[in-house]
Structures are given as structure tokens and as C-alpha cells.
């Protein structure tokens, strides 16, 4: 079982940015592909951006392509995205997600461990 915590969220005009953190508790965080996901108001979840179990792999949606950036930190067993340029387009809730393999998914249904999610607000 791995627990995942988020954090950052907030209100920001648009063009700002925010820093999503997400806090796993697991002793083999690094076992874990790891994503960002986020679901829009009245809109089904998708995909946002993906990093491997090393990190030296990510994936990101068109939409947040150029703008955002996911990293991760074995370490420390978190996982941020780094939003900028961010539209209003970009509100929603965001889920830090988790899956116990080596690739990289893009796909909300591959995910086996959720958060709770964090608001993100952007206004026009």
C-alpha cells in the first residue's frame, strides 16, 4: 500500500505558476512510475505528465508541453510538478498517481495509487 500526500495548490492569475509536491509513503518509491494527473470541472480525469522510476524518463500531455515540468526525488520519496504560463484552461484538481512498474504511463487507468488531490485554481 503506498500512501500519497499533495500539496501546493492554490489560487494564481494567469502567466504565474505554482509547485505541486506529492509525499509517498513506501520504502520503494523507487520501484514506482509516477504521475501527475488532473480532473477539470465536470470533465473526466487525464493525463498531465509521467517520470520513471529513475526519473530519466518523462512524458507530458500536449497541452502542458513546454509549460510544465515533473521531477522526482528517490531520496526523499516526493514527486513535484513545476507549472508556469499557467491558463485558466489549467484549473482543476491535481492527483499525484503511482504504479509499481518500469515504464511510463499515460494513461489515468494504469495507475494503481492515488492522492487525494490538490485544487488549482488559475483566473483570467
Known amino acids: 500500500q503506498v500512501q500519497l500526500v499533495e500539496s501546493g495548490g492554490g489560487l494564481v492569475q494567469a502567466g504565474g505558476s505554482l509547485r505541486l509536491s506529492c509525499a509517498a509513503s513506501?520504502?520503494?518509491?523507487?520501484?514506482?512510475?509516477m504521475g501527475w494527473l488532473r480532473q477539470a470541472p465536470g470533465k473526466g480525469r487525464e493525463f498531465v505528465a509521467a517520470v520513471s522510476m529513475s526519473g530519466g524518463i518523462t512524458r507530458y500531455a500536449n497541452s502542458v508541453k513546454g509549460r510544465f515540468t515533473i521531477s522526482r526525488d528517490n531520496a526523499k520519496n516526493t514527486v513535484s510538478l513545476q507549472m508556469n504560463s499557467l491558463k485558466p484552461e489549467d484549473t482543476a484538481v491535481y492527483y499525484c498517481?503511482?504504479?509499481?512498474?518500469?515504464?511510463?504511463?499515460?494513461?489515468?487507468?494504469?495507475?494503481?495509487?492515488w492522492g487525494q488531490g490538490t485544487e488549482v485554481t488559475v483566473s483570467s
Open positions: 498517481a503511482a504504479v509499481e512498474t518500469s515504464a511510463v504511463p499515460t494513461i489515468p487507468g494504469a495507475y494503481t495509487y
Open positions: 513506501t520504502r520503494t518509491f523507487s520501484s514506482y512510475g
